[in-house]
């Protein structure tokens, strides 16, 4: 009887562990999406976000070195999970009404609020979670006289790729922030409730259910993400509202403007006359006899309308994201021409796999300020399009900036631009307007944007010879020309410069050293070397690797194959799930728990890192089916995350010492070590060095911990 009971503890304390993966990773993906629309995230906020969430994670399970002065652990342990279920609600709500509450309404959020705000924001979540590995791995220490700690690692890994699978691929697609907030809340609790009852704590049953119908009644009382949209949209009456696999899209209505927003982010809005005929009729002015037009991205309805004022056959219009489509047909209900052919698929992806020829291409995409964009500046971009365009046609897109003045991050931003379509193109011309426009062709290329318009009676506002000058144009364009640097480096799938450089503009509007983070983490890194254990400190180096090599295989996925939002959302499940096994069934490949066996397990690694770049090229040069790349990344992926939860479940049984010692040591310095790799590598590596040289990098910081254990254990 008393074993049986026994038992029913342990799988219960297991069944806890799974459920703090799935809170972690559901909060995580959730939380992560808001924020970003708060803070209008690129990479870098994308990584301070993530740093902050794992660092405050890491101290929580360092903090849970308490673990063996506390009383009544059950009636804890359940609280916190209480507590665990209603913050992710209360958090998401508080991010969004403190928004323009705490920083200026309309203006960017610096570096420094970036990183104090989303740290405040997710302290107690973060410090809990930690804090409850450390706390059960306790627990089940205490009760079986065993270091559980992999195994606990693995079943909280396996809650993640629960989580994953049912946030980050399903109820993204079909239900908004807070009612998949709700739905997490709600799963939560029912859960907590369930293993009270098992672990004879039947009192939880009174305030899970008062939260429970808490929960339930406020979903139906209040549209919770409608109210938290009007604190962010001050003085806008919103007409839209939609949570997206690609982001949040929202419609708001001032005076007689519609704007259309995607993670607070403005697209375009509907009174923009100056803004779409220069987007328009820049490119068209140079064409010759347009027939086949290709527009990725944009507003469709004034554009196309601009469009057909020539004889144009047919006009193909790619935009990955269906319901911002959606969108504006409800609130503009915009006439669409026969001629139009709206397509839903990732305009990289569609380029590469499209047989037709173009004789215009507009690309109105934001400019390279993420990895992801950065996709559509590169010279294998710039090749792939070039065979689907008649002998003379011609490319446009604007980039932001005046031509009266560029800083030098602009001028390398644009002088990186510039050189890259040189390698494609026979003739660049930069057409100032509101936004600087480049051009691009193999035909002769003229200043003079207004004649066609003129010569053909095409009716326009603004872009036409009453408004615009034809010797200031070629005088402002020229002057822009001859400011850019001819030795800046061009732009490549795998060596993204332009995004670096993007990012390098954006903190100088901070008048903000973009280096300094990276200086104070290598500081850290060094502190770190000389006071961790060795075996801390490898597995510091695995976290770093693990984060580091799955940034590597997320960018290259997306560059090779297309942004495909599920697909990524599977891989990183894929991550979360190698983690589990390699944790779980690790003495399936290494018995021994031993010194040696750490050691060789680095070396895989090492090896693993080196080979990667290989790989890469690999999959660059070769014509690999779409289906096969998937699964090779994904085996990739599972092979990364299974070789860190080795190293996981080996360093946390390596060590002698208390139990609560090990797991808030291991589990704290693979968390620091994840932050790292991820911040680093994403905002300086990848953009300065490209990805082939950061699986090198990633290599060698393997070889360094390796060296140092080897030679600090004697073996």
Known sequence: MIREKLKVDIRSYFILSLLMGFISIGTQIILLRELLSIYYGNELVIGIILTNWMLLTGFGAFAGKISGKIQASNTVLFIMFIILALLPFIL????????????????????????????????????????LFTFISHT???????????????????????????????????????????????????????????????????PVSLFLIAFISVHFMVNLDQKAHEFLYKNQDIQYFRSTPYGNITVTKTEEQINFYENNILLFSSQQPIQ???????????????????????????????INKYPVSEIDYVEINPWLIKAEKEIINPKLPDNLNIINKDARYFIENSKKQYDVVIINLPEPSTAQVNRFYTHEFYTALKQNL?????????????????????KSLYSSVYNTLKQTFNHIRIIPGNSNYFLASDKELSYDVTHVIHENEIQTQFVNKFYIDKNLLQRRGKKITTLLDDETQINRDFSPITYFQKLNQWTSYFHF???????????????????????????????????????????????????????????????????????????????????????????????????????????????????????????????????VGMLFSLASNLQINKIVNIASGVYSIDLIGAAIGSFVTTAYLIPKLGLINVCFVTSAVILVATVSCRLRCGQ
């Open 92 to 131: 998401t709500f508080l991010a969004y009404y403190l928004r323009n509450i705490l920083f200026a309404y309309g203006t960017m959020i610096n570096i420094f609020q970036v990183f104090y705000s989303s740290l405040l924001l997710l302290l107690p979540f973060c410090l809990i979670s930690g804090f």
């Open 390 to 410: 008649s002998k003379e046609a011609v490319i446009s897109f604007g980039l932001s900036g005046s031509s009266n003045y560029l800083s030098d991050e602009t």
């Open 513 to 643: 050293n973009f280096w300094i983070p990276f200086y104070i983490i290598i500081l850290l890194a060094v502190f770190l070397f000389i006071r961790l254990h060795p075996v801390n400190f490898v597995m510091f180096a695995g976290g770093y690797a693990g984060a580091s090599i799955e940034i590597i295989l997320l960018i290259a996925f997306q560059v090779l194959y297309g942004y495909v939002y599920n697909l990524v959302g599977i891989i990183v499940t894929v991550f979360m799930a190698g983690l589990a096994v390699g944790t779980y069934y690790r003495s399936l490949i290494f018995k021994k728990v031993s010194v040696g066996n750490f050691q060789r397990l680095q070396i895989v690694m090492i090896v693993f890192s080196l080979f990667l770049p290989l790989l890469l090229i690999l999959f660059r040069e070769t014509d690999i089916n779409g289906t096969l790349i998937q699964v090779l990344f994904m085996v990739l992926m599972f092979i990364t995350s299974l070789m």
């Open 140 to 206: 089940l220490g205490k009760i079986t006289d065993e270091n559980l700690i992999s195994k606990i690692y693995g079943w909280e890994s396996l809650g993640s790729v629960i989580g994953g699978i049912l946030f980050n691929i399903v109820l993204v697609w079909f239900l908004d922030a807070f009612e998949s907030l709700m739905a997490l809340g709600v799963t939560t609790l029912i859960l907590t409730g369930i293993l009270a009852f098992r672990l004879r704590q039947r009192w939880m049953a009174i």
């Open 276 to 306: 779409t005929e220069e987007c328009v009729h820049f490119p068209f002015s140079q064409a010759t006899r347009p027939k086949n037009i290709l527009l990725l991205s944009g507003n469709i309805s004034g554009i196309i309308e601009e």
